[in-house]
């Protein structure tokens, strides 16, 4: 339910090169998820890519349709930073599902993407902070805007834990994670299991444990994103990702058309 393509700024993968890589793969059904940053408004055109790569998932998918299922999604970073600008990105498609990530956190003078700053650089009270403000962002982008999966939730650990090796432990936050998580629950959205980590910082986003912890407050919904932004990392991850959701207890994963959960037995 996630993977970008060369209409996101970070990515030069063509969706065909995407779906046969998929196909040799065995996945049967993806959605393609560029980038969309409300932060760009203004100074950059960002409708333009979001639709032609809406505009090319289709006519991909008629190509592809007979051996693979491709979907037409946007995943919109900090959508609650600006409510005009979600509503524009919003109706400029019929998108089978929509993403909603936090990329940047409003906090103080830190306010680039999180990939971007340097965590080695601050002392430990100020990482905890932004892991709080985080947290908070996160929040209020599910009280405030729709979408139908929550992404990669504790992604600064990829860089603070992953990158810079600083070993945060986020039980501190076990309490807003809970918030959170029965926030997913209650609107009926799904938590995301992204997989692009597994291989160089080992461990899901979010971690194993809460995503039992989510399993354990009545959270059944989950999805599967490579977040893949090269053809080669299709699917990476997900026959161990699916295993480790069967172990928790999960019998299923979902997939969205027309922003519709759909249920595949696992
Ligand atoms: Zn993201
Ligand atoms: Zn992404």
């Known amino acids: 339910m996630h993977t970008h393509s060369e209409f996101s700024h970070d990515s030069a993968c063509k969706i065909a090169d995407m779906a046969s890589a998929q196909i040799s793969k065995g996945t049967k059904i993806f959605a393609v998820t560029d980038h969309f940053d409300t932060d760009l408004y203004g100074k950059q055109d960002i409708f333009a890519p979001i639709k032609a790569s809406v505009d090319t998932c289709r006519r991909v998918n008629k190509e592809y349709g007979d051996r693979c299922t491709l979907l037409s999604g946007v995943e ?73 999966i929550l992404c990669h939730l504790t992604c600064p650990l990829r860089y603070i834990n992953g990158k810079y090796g600083l070993g945060m432990d986020i039980s501190p936050f076990s309490e807003k994670i809970d918030n959170i998580l029965k926030t997913v629950i209650r609107k009926g959205i799904s938590l995301e299991v992204n997989t692009s980590g597994t291989d160089t910082f080992s461990d899901y986003m979010p971690p194993r444990e809460v995503i039992k912890r989510y399993f354990d407050l009545g959270g059944r919904m989950v999805t599967l994103g490579s977040d893949a932004h090269k053809a080669q990392d299709a699917s990476k991850g997900f026959d161990q990702g ?20 759909v249920k595949i037995k696992i």
Request: hydrophobic residues 40%; negative net charge; aromatic residues 16%.
């Open 76 to 148: 919109i970073g900090e959508s609650f930073w600006s409510t005009e600008v979600y509503r524009r990105i919003m109706a400029l498609a019929d998108y089978d599902v929509i993403l909603g990530s936090v990329h940047q956190v409003r906090f103080g003078s830190l306010t680039e993407a999180y990939s971007q700053i340097d965590f080695s650089a601050l002392p430990k009270e100020t990482i905890l902070s932004y892991m709080d403000a985080y947290f908070d962002d996160m929040l209020a982008m599910l009280e405030t805007t729709e979408f139908d």
């Open 242 to 261: 699916v295993q480790m959701l069967k172990d928790i207890g999960f019998d299923g994963i979902y997939y969205y058309k027309s922003r519709k959960p």
